[in-house]
């Protein structure tokens, strides 16, 4: 097979790309440099017996995490890009998220409802309630404020921190995040940061993979990623704070819980729940349906007429 043959084979289109919904949840990667060859992205990395190389599955693949030590060519990126991979920039061990390359074959779908759901107080707050109910499962009173809100959360979460340090014998919790004095946190503390860490790469991809916008939250604000805060608190209480907990007699948490959380996004099949709750979250009247991009995804703009096909010129012809 030719050169140029390879390389047309190696390039998707719009209706070859995966669902996220049919992807792996993420790929962590450090110490390792990231290449493109004729076949297709790899990792490799030099050992006393050579080189070592790991073909990565860049069409089924929703995230990559890249850690420290990690370096990437333009032609190995530009091959993620092409099959909407999401690549993330992260810290050791996932304990941060830094940056997000977002592919190009996405609608605008979810941005534009995503945008009108913040842009107004009123439905701004709906979405905070909806987010409420979806993690406790409980309805909140009309009239409800959202610093009213934020209390009723807390207790919760104060309720779940006493519970599980009784069912796991910690003593008295307290969450306790200090970069500055990382190693000589508690067990349970370093564990629920890395669990966190981990869950926001996940929920990144996601809202980046649906278009929407990872700046614009709901309840967190001021920062790029205030959506993913948002919707990583959904899980919290059901999957890492727990998970946690569990890790109290851990020697070294931060390791243990990160394996665990690989098995506990296969058993939840967490990836598509993300994205149908983020879709419910947005437009709770719709139904939400996961369905291949259409080859003809760009449209105009009009405020009476809706959206327009677009390659089509609207100009009237002087001479008619």
């Not at 437009?283 to 007429?305: F, G, H, N, V």
Request: proline share 6%; charged share 20%.
């Amino acid at each position: 097979m030719s050169t140029n043959a390879r390389q047309r084979l190696a390039a998707p289109t719009l209706a070859m790309l995966p669902r996220v919904a049919d992807s792996l949840s993420f790929l962590y990667a450090d110490i390792v440099r990231i290449v493109q060859d004729d076949t297709g992205v790899l990792a490799q990395v030099d050992t006393p017996k050579g080189t070592e190389r790991v073909y990565l599955p860049t069409a089924a693949l929703s995230c990559l995490l890249l850690g420290p030590g990690t370096s990437i060519t333009h032609r190995a990126l530009s091959t993620l890009a092409r099959h909407g991979t999401t690549v993330v920039c992260v810290g050791s061990g996932v304990v941060r998220c830094y940056a997000g390359i977002t592919p190009t074959s996405l609608t605008t779908n979810w941005l534009e409802k995503q945008v009108r759901c913040w842009a107004d107080d009123n439905s701004r707050l709906k979405v905070a309630v909806r987010m409420y109910e979806h993690r406790f499962g409980e309805s909140v009173p009309e009239g409800t404020t959202l610093a009213q809100l934020r209390g009723m959360e807390g207790q919760r979460m104060k309720a779940l921190y006493r519970l599980l340090a009784q069912k796991y014998r910690t003593g008295k919790f307290r969450r306790n995040y200090d970069p500055d004095a990382w190693d000589t946190q508690d067990p349970v503390n370093l564990a629920l940061s890395a669990a966190s860490a981990s869950l926001y790469g996940v929920v990144h991809a996601v809202i980046l993979a649906l278009g929407c916008s990872p700046a614009l939250g709901f309840v967190h604000s001021g920062t790029q990623h205030a959506f993913v805060y948002d919707i990583a608190d959904l899980y919290k209480a059901k999957v890492t704070v727990p998970l946690a907990f569990s890790m109290s007699t851990s020697a070294q948490p931060e390791r243990d819980v990160r394996r665990k959380l690989r098995e506990e996004f296969r058993l939840l099949k967490l990836m598509p729940t993300i994205v149908t709750d983020i879709q419910r979250l947005l437009d709770p009247d719709s139904t939400p349906k996961q369905r291949q991009p259409a080859a003809e995804i760009t449209s105009l703009w009009d405020p009476e007429m809706g959206a327009m096909p677009s390659g089509v010129n609207y100009g009237s012809d002087p001479w008619d």
